[in-house]
């Protein structure tokens, strides 16, 4: 399966950049991928995982059958507009700093009366991560449009924007990557995806604001710690633990930058 | 399954299907009806419209498929088929080199505008045939998209 | 057990336009899963009614892509009536979603 998908890439590659194109040619590729994205929005399944979220998110479930109906995101008990744009911030119940996933975890073990141990340990396509990811597109949902208002201005808030801004340059594994490598510059592509410059407000506001996204390719609902997680694993880096303290401080650097623009959530991508 | 699919395929061979996957309980008595088991199995244009009942299709400018030029990724390719041929009651929708041809079929009851769109999975670059009945008579157009990776693949 | 469909509809100039999203693993045949082949598993009908007469119908094949989008319209409809959509597998499986006509 793998050696066809390679063989269709270069195909692509072929076409879009193969010998002696004119940039008429190219330009005729980027008007088309351009079309085709746009038509995409006409319909995103997101919708999908988000009339599940907001199902569960009012379902009495788990040993307490408690609902979440009472989390507290940030924004007040219970209140879910604009809860995504202002995430991730610190909280003092936790006395930690939290992305909307930790925070969903956090509520799931107070409200639902569950143990969260199995779904930070699951795999993505697992169901065990099914109730968070609709959740976690549901929240979302409701942030779409409202203006990304991250500010680190707890000590806690600081440092893990300090911590995430490291680990965004930092170098390693095998390739000797970085996500800088891929994300610090504008106009840099992988095939005919753009990269965004997640170093500056707007470019980081494509990424960031973008997430979570349904993912055409398999159909699969990525969140932005899955995200993360993938491009932990396509820089041959060790695999993020899900919701730790590392992948919070990248997501408080990326929101913190893109803070001032609009979030576009959930997302729609190839 | 892999009793189920030796099945089927001797039954399609023996020109049985239906009746087939109706003892093996894999058709709903409903759906029957209506799903063109032949047609969906088509392993190129003329012998999907044979089944589907389509003889000889004339190409028409009155018929047009909406779509991208390219598609980034075959698993999702947005199409979209108007036809501005007066009465037209069916369209069909054929991706050339699929491993079976039939994607969709439309019945346009009175009141419904010939104008549908979907979603549809394309393994590589191809022909897309759109085919519409109006009045008896079979129309057809045909438009190349392009697909930059595939999309039938796990 | 199936989930919710997402049925948009929108009257225009005594034309309702429909847009439906339908949950759906869409399972071609062709895919194989830890060494054995995934069985085909798709959407192959949609019925769509109005006013208890039939609006639209499809039949679909395993080439229609996961998680389905269809957009049709018809005349005849009016802000505040219901549409109903419809869907049959090729398990038999079925579910009917209803949406308001605004």
């Known amino acids: 399966m793998k050696r066809r998908w390679y063989g269709a890439a270069a195909a692509v590659l072929a076409l879009a950049f193969g010998g002696g194109l004119t940039a008429q040619t190219q330009e005729e590729t980027q008007r088309g991928i351009e079309a085709y994205r746009q038509a995409l929005q006409q319909g995103n399944p997101a919708e999908l995982f988000e009339a599940q979220g907001e199902e569960l998110w009012k379902k009495p479930m788990g040993p307490r059958n408690g609902t979440l109906e009472q989390c507290d995101l940030g924004v007040g008990p219970g209140k879910v507009a604009g809860a995504y744009a202002r995430l991730p911030r610190y909280f003092a119940d936790t006395d930690k700093v939290q992305d909307l996933e930790s925070r969903l975890l956090t509520c799931m073990e107070r409200y639902w009366g569950i143990d969260v141990q199995p779904v930070i340990d699951a795999a993505y396509t697992a169901p065990a991560k099914r109730e968070i990811i609709a959740l976690t597109t549901y929240v979302s949902g409701e942030s779409k449009d409202v203006v990304v208002d991250v500010r680190p201005t707890h000590p806690k808030e600081r440092a893990a924007f300090e911590l995430g801004k490291r680990m965004f340059f930092f170098q390693g594994g095998s390739h000797d990557f970085s996500c800088a490598t891929c994300h610090s510059e504008d106009g840099k592509r992988i095939r005919l995806q753009d990269l965004p410059n997640i170093t500056e407000r707007k470019g980081s506001a494509l990424g960031w604001g973008s997430w979570p996204a349904y993912r055409v390719s398999a159909g699969q609902m990525w969140t932005m710690q899955w995200r993360i997680q993938d491009c932990f694993r396509q820089m041959r880096f060790p695999e993020p633990i899900y919701t730790s303290e590392a992948t919070i401080a990248l997501s408080v650097y990326m929101a913190a930058t893109a803070s001032g623009e609009t979030m576009r959530t959930p997302g729609i991508k190839r | ?154 | 057990m199936t989930s919710p469909m997402r049925i948009r509809a929108n009257v225009r100039d005594g034309v309702v336009d429909v847009r439906v999203l339908m949950a759906h693993e869409m399972e071609t045949g062709q895919r194989v899963e830890n060494g054995r082949p995934v069985p085909a598993w798709f959407i192959n009908e949609v019925v769509a009614t109005h006013n208890g007469k039939t609006v639209m119908t499809a039949q679909w094949g395993p080439a229609v892509s996961k998680n389905p989008y269809l957009q049709f319209r018809f005349r005849g409809g009016a802000a505040g009536e219901k549409i109903a959509i419809k869907w049959t597998d090729n398990r038999g499986e079925s579910r009917t979603d209803e949406a308001t006509i605004a």
Do not use: Y
């Open chain 2, 1 to 154: 399954m892999k009793t189920v699919d030796n099945t089927r395929r001797r039954v399609v061979q023996t020109g049985g299907a239906l009746a087939a996957f109706a003892a093996a309980g894999l058709l709903p008595t409903d759906a029957l009806a209506a799903w063109n088991q032949a047609a969906f199995e088509g392993k190129n244009i003329p012998d999907t419209l044979k089944a589907l009942n389509l003889d000889n299709p004339t190409p028409s400018g009155d018929l047009q498929i909406v779509a991208s030029d390219i598609a980034e990724n075959g698993a999702v390719v947005p199409i979209q088929i108007v036809s501005r041929i007066p009465n037209t009651t069916r369209i069909a929708l054929m991706v050339e080199k699929n491993p079976n041809m039939l994607a969709a079929v439309f019945d346009v009851p009175e009141g419904m505008l010939p104008d549908v769109a979907t979603r549809i999975r394309m393994q590589q670059t191809s022909n897309i045939v759109a085919v519409a009945v109006a009045g008896g008579k079979v129309h057809t157009v045909t438009r190349e998209i392009k697909v930059t990776l595939g999309g039938c693949g796990g």
